[in-house]
């Protein structure tokens, strides 16, 4: 949306700057010419190049009485007098017979004044060749009924940074011609539809900056002709399905600095000829799936500036066959796109996601995206191992050898400011420039990790409110996420396969029941059991890519929620503190609740041998509370040696364990260290009683005796002998 925006930014820049703009921008135009007439004393009387909002270019007889502080209009104006410039001055009034001389007069600039009423300027005269009237940064809080129907012919008129307030239905009648209506920075609090009736030509609305919270319904309609509406810096916490709809030209739209938590998908259907679109600076969390999906015109889009976007995430964009240019930049808390975030975007030329939390951009992001010439990573904290393999230094395209797969190299594509495209994973490659690391240098493996941006480590609720947590993770191979409660609980995402837009009621499996307990379903832990009854499922969703929600968050439910993600090479995990605020009394019941917890974890904690091999040992334990930093330790007991111990960390929610590779007929002894993590820290510590590590010992089995028998084959007798 850049040129359009831009665009519409510069006339604005116009009308404040008009003598240093437009030379700029038209270096070989002759900057003026003398204008040999009686000019008002202190004012410049010069010809100088105009354009009329419709780009005719004019050699415009010009007037030129800016900061005087002139508090009534300079004499005598000459009558051919075409623009007549009074910015920043103190007038208040205008002395109408004067205006009513300059019939060949088109741009007046009354901008930076101290007008209070239109009806001093517009209503008294007529101007019958007025285009353009500058009213911006004046004291005007009310347009009444026809307030400029004295300018048959005006195309461009600004009424920006008033204290407007009020605006009568029929203010803008006979404005047959205009083009372009600035408003924005006033006191609107609503959009009134019959506005707009009188502007059947009207190309450009800038409505930004007026407290309006909610646009009505096919407010717009009558606007035809609109190919541009900048909806800026309004306070807008959501769209009406059918707020944008019967703007059938409408191009360009912006939403900039606003409150939006959602992209506004269905609002957004209703203007199908879209091509630049800017949501930056909103709260959206999520750019969801399906969320920007057949806008066929869509050239440009902005997601920018969003303090709280965390992730984007499968299929939130699909079918944009004129996408060129997508900006998703500066997004603190942004660590995670998926793997198929983009979908059927064949045109997208540059794809900039520099300054967000990024660790890596997943291959397959490169490999969707056909048309990719330029890719800003700069300024995110980059992870280089094998998730970003194809950025290295020799994946090359002449590596490849058949067409196909030379076509999907994602090397060619151009890094922008690679000299700060930087790993800051792993140690010792930190500070390298991506582009010059060497694929060798990469470690092939990819255990997940679990971006510290994306989980804050405390998150308050009110009592009864929703909790939303989200949680993502890349890796290769595609990570498994689960989470635990305070209760222990472990909740499963619903099958991937589940319907889109309705997820499942998480799966879970209590770990702290004590009956039932099937020590082998802690272990594979990926297979939840389905016939679990688990009534608290009810109240947790937990949504295929991670996010967990609650709904009617109690003051029990406080406590330590943790993340894991985990693939066969390895896990992560994070754990949030969520904090539920009620009133006083029950907070104070929520600490008694805990305290009780802490007890009935110690007595329940109880590390036992399940099973026993000759090479292995299955141990199992219950606890009722997270405990996401629990470590196992074991060692092999010999009367006459010291033998290491091995010490493996235990993933949240899981409470058993096989120990593997033991040696056979030895004693073993194994502790588990039960974790101190940020949010139990303090309690912990206090009580002592839960910190002491649970051991028990046991023995491997013997290696049954091998039996001579006839069963033997020769040979193997023979050698063993
Ligand atoms: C206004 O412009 C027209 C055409 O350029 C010209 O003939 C006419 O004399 C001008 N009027 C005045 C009052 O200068
Ligand atoms: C535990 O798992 C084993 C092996 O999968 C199964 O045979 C057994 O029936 C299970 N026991 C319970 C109580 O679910
Ligand atoms: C424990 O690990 C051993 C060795 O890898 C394996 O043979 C055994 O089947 C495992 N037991 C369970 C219950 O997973």
Not at 227 to 238: A, E, H, I, Y
Request: charged fraction near 20%.
């Amino acid at each position: 949306m850049r040129p359009t925006l831009v665009f519409l930014q510069s006339q604005c820049l116009l009308c404040v700057l008009v003598g240093v703009y437009v030379p700029g921008v038209v270096g070989s135009l002759p900057h003026a010419l003398p204008w040999h007439v009686t000019c008002p004393v202190r004012c410049v009387c010069q010809i100088k190049p105009w354009f009329s909002p419709d780009s005719v270019y004019h050699e415009a007889p010009t007037v030129d009485c800016n900061d005087l502080l002139l508090t009534k209009l300079p004499l005598p104006i000459p009558p051919n007098t075409h623009t007549l410039r009074l910015q920043s001055n103190l007038l208040s009034e205008l002395n109408t017979a004067v205006l009513h001389g300059l019939a060949n007069l088109t741009d007046l600039d009354l901008s930076q004044n101290r007008f209070s009423r239109v009806k001093t300027i517009a209503q008294s005269s007529s101007l019958p060749s007025l285009l353009s009237l500058h009213l911006e940064e004046n004291h005007l809080s009310r347009l009444p009924e026809a307030s400029f129907s004295s300018l048959p012919a005006l195309q461009e008129l600004f009424l920006s940074h008033n204290n407007l307030h009020s605006i009568a239905p029929g203010a803008f009648t006979g404005l047959d011609s205009l083009l372009r209506l600035h408003i924005n920075n006033n006191r609107l609090t609503t959009v009134d539809p019959r506005w707009f009736r009188a502007l059947p030509r009207l190309e450009v609305l800038m409505l930004g900056g007026n407290p309006v919270e909610a646009l009505p319904e096919r407010g717009f309609l009558a606007l035809k002709s609109l190919r541009s509406l900048v909806l800026g810096g309004m306070g807008l916490r959501g769209l009406a399905e059918k707020a944008l709809e019967g703007l059938d030209g409408l191009e360009s739209l912006s939403f900039y600095d606003n409150l939006l938590t959602k992209v506004p998908t269905q609002a957004l259907m209703r203007v199908p000829g879209l091509k630049f679109l800017d949501l930056n600076k909103n709260r959206i969390k999520l750019i969801e799936t399906g969320d920007f999906r057949d806008m066929v015109h869509l050239k440009e889009l902005g997601l920018n500036n969003m303090e709280e976007l965390v992730s984007i995430e499968r299929a939130a964009l699909e079918n944009l066959p004129e996408l060129t240019k997508l900006e998703i930049t500066n997004n603190p808390r942004l660590s995670y796109i998926h793997p198929q975030a983009f979908l059927q975007l064949s045109r997208l030329e540059s794809l900039m996601l520099n300054s967000n939390s990024l660790s890596a951009l997943h291959q397959h992001v490169m490999l969707s995206l056909p048309s990719l010439q330029e890719v800003s990573l700069h300024s995110n904290p980059l992870r280089c191992d094998c998730l970003f393999h194809w950025a290295a230094q020799e994946a090359s395209p002449h590596h490849s050898e058949d067409a196909q797969t030379e076509r999907q190299t994602p090397r060619m594509v151009r890094f922008i400011q690679p000299q700060a495209t930087l790993c800051s994973e792993p140690a010792e490659l930190r500070a390298r420039r991506v582009r010059e690391v060497s694929s060798r240098e990469m470690s092939a493996l990819c255990l997940p990790m679990i971006p510290t941006s994306s989980l804050p480590s405390y998150v308050g609720v009110r009592e009864g409110g929703k909790l939303v947590l989200h949680c993502r993770a890349l890796a290769d191979p595609q990570p498994e996420l689960y989470w635990v409660t305070p209760s222990g609980l472990r909740l499963d995402p619903a099958p991937s396969h589940a319907s889109k837009g309705v997820p499942a009621p998480a799966p879970c499996h209590s770990l702290a029941a004590s009956e039932g307990f099937n020590h082998t379903s802690g272990i594979s832990h990926s297979q939840p059991q389905d016939d679990t009854p688990c009534n608290p499922s009810k109240h947790y969703r937990l949504l295929p890519e991670g996010t967990l929600e609650m709904n009617k968050v109690t003051s029990s439910e406080a406590g330590l929620y943790t993340c894991v993600a985990e693939n066969a090479l390895g896990a992560d995990t994070r754990s949030v503190t969520v904090g539920v605020h009620g009133r006083e009394k029950k907070r104070k019941r929520g600490v008694a609740a805990n305290k009780k917890g802490s007890q009935l974890f110690s007595e329940d904690a109880r590390l036992e041998v399940r099973d026993v091999g000759q090479h292995n040992a299955i141990l199992s334990w219950q606890s009722r509370r997270n405990l996401p930093s629990t470590r196992l330790s074991w060692q092999a007991i010999y009367s006459n040696a010291h033998m290491p111990t091995y010490t493996t960390r235990i993933l949240a929610g899981t409470q058993s364990f096989n120990l593997t590779h033991l040696q056979a007929e030895t004693f073993y002894r194994v502790c588990l260290y039960f974790g101190i993590s940020e949010g139990t820290a303090h309690a912990s510590r206090r009580s002592g009683k839960s910190r002491k590590p649970q051991c028990v010992s046991f023995r491997t089995k013997d290696v049954p005796e091998p039996q001579p028998s006839l069963q033997l084959s020769p040979e193997l007798t023979s050698t063993d002998c």
